[in-house]
């Protein structure tokens, strides 16, 4: 469990708003009439009992010039980067590993957010501090991944759902004592494979329900219908997809009465299929993503959180700086994984002597898309190896 000092400021990472001693004040549940005929009415829920946490632990999130870190592989994911630089994949070096990506100086100037597995929300660095109490005092929110991964759908196209939601309000419970404050739910669409309608309308349903759960307790949820780059379709087809899918999504999240204010999204850039002939400039990434918000995320949302889906560290860096080139009704951010993990990961190579050196090339792409968030990034002096892509087809964490 959390400490008590920590469950009095984890929320808010402001401890002059809080007296020591006084438990953590929630908002009220409300609800609202809304005349859906003149002989009846529909009582829908304008707000859970964590209303008002949930708006700030989400503008926290999204404010300027920071983004999120994912640093949620599971197990075995992590442990396919670890072999990538010949470590075993042992509870250790994923520690070891993680207290390197959290300790590094500074890292909350750049970062807003950190997206956990479960191991490490529970986990102490190396040094015996929890890593809940680290990120804290970096002033960045612990967040936690709360589905079970990618199964087969069955009667569909070869297509996947994610599983999870039994279970998810007591995890969710659990995991709020712990410290955080923000979870993640990862579901995929496959173009190549259709995608067919039950997969989308599975996809979008479970992420609405996931979102109405988080949001009950505690938890800033973000959405994340990741749609894969597999395939040789060219942009237009991403984004004819894209359209569908966050119109799916957005209807699920309605029905459910989840508080838009209260969520953060994690949606794919538009681009061509990783197999595509035809590459998109930064220019053309930004103007069909853009294109693709205005038409389909509602102003309210306070933050898109992109992921960098299998781009190269300086791709997903010039694709966010592009996007931000001119104002935006939300916040357009990051929540990259090994795009700010890359090169930090083989600079370390699993020894303690590189650790200063790896932290200050987290650093490097924590500033880059900092700087990117601003609309200010400018790519000069960006090393070969950042620009290296790292697409692998159907990754999964």
Known sequence: MASASLLKTAVILDKSEWVKGQSIRVAPAASVAVRSHPAASLTVRAAASYADE?????????????GILAMDES????????????????????QAYRTLLITAPGLGNYISGAILFEETLYQSTTEGEKMVDVLI???????????????????????????????????????????????????????????SALAVKEASWGLARYAAISQDN??????????LLDGEHGIERTFEV??????????????????????LLKPSMVTPGAECKDKATPDQVADYTLRLLRLRIPPAVPGIMFLSGGQSEVEATLNLNAMNQAPNPWHVSFSYARALQNTCLK???????????????????????????LGKYTGEGESEESKQGMYVKNYSY
Do not use: H, M
């Open 54 to 66: 949930l708006v700030k632990t989400a503008k926290i999130i999204a404010s300027p010039g920071r």
């Open 75 to 94: 197990n075995a994911t992590c442990g396919k980067r670890l072999a990538s630089i010949g470590l075993e994949n042992t509870e250790a070096n994923r």
């Open 137 to 195: 005092r970096q002033n960045i929110v612990p967040g936690i991944k709360v589905d079970k991964g990618l199964v087969p759908l069955a009667g569909s196209n070869d297509e996947s759902w994610c599983q999870g939601l039994d279970g998810l309000a007591s995890r969710s419970a659990a995991y709020y004592q712990q410290g955080a404050r923000f979870a993640k739910w990862r579901t995929v669409v496959s173009i190549p494979n259709g995608p």
């Open 218 to 227: 505690g938890l800033v949820p973000i959405v994340e219908p990741e749609i």
């Open 242 to 263: 894209a359209q569908k899918v966050w119109a799916e999504v957005f209807f699920y999240l309605a029905e459910n009465n989840v508080t838009f204010e209260g969520i």
């Open 347 to 373: 600079t370390w190579g699993g020894r303690p002597e590189n650790v200063k050196v790896a932290q200050d090339a987290l650093l490097v792409r924590a500033k880059a898309n900092s700087l990117a968030q």
